[in-house]
């Protein structure tokens, strides 16, 4: 089974939470914030936490011990070859990260970004990895099991090798913001972004895939409108 040592976690907190009405990251949920909450579940699973967000100091006041924060950039400009991935990969690995983010850090003023969407997120997240198998979770799963999350990281050791994934399946597709990937999988994904790729779903459609049995379904459950915390 993969230990806590052997496994890092990505947080993804760049949505704009245009729905919601405000940032869901920050929501309390039994007055935990969302992503507080997410990131202790994530520490019960790997030693190493990454929040990848475009604006960390909001976030600055959260009490998220040994997390680490990597800014996500917009992407540059490139041509969509091999000299293409590797200015992409060597771009992310630069992605200013620190451990404790303070107000002098990144400016409060900062102008607006634009970002890509979690894939992006992801691979930038994924660029400062050093274990075999990464969990990826999103900021707004409010019905997070750490029981389950654990359950599933023992399967990891009887992924077949040409997968690059272990996610629960549901009828839409895979679910991405909830399960494990393999490191060695960045190349591939930087080539489907540098194509123009932006869906997870379209990504993984071109690779193989463990599925992950799916006990709780409710724990997936993501919040997206004040109605959802009704």
Known sequence: MATRKQLTAIVLAGGKSCRMGQDKALIPIQGVPLLQQVCEIAKGCADSVYIVTPWPQRYRDLLLPDCEFIRELPLPQQDTGT????DTE???RTSPHLRVPTSSSFPASSPSLHTHGPLVG???GLAQVQTEWVLLLACDLPRLRVGVLQEWSTRLDSVANHKIAALAHHPKGWEPLCGFYRRRCLPQLLDFINQGGRSFQGWL???????????????LFNCNTPEDLA
Not at 212 to 219: A, D, I, K, W
């Open 122 to 124: 992801f691979a930038q």
């Open 205 to 219: 459609r071109q690779y193989p895939v463990e599925v992950l049995p799916l006990p709780e379904p409710e724990m």
């Open 90 to 92: 060597n771009y992310l």
């Open 83 to 86: 000299q293409g991935q590797q």
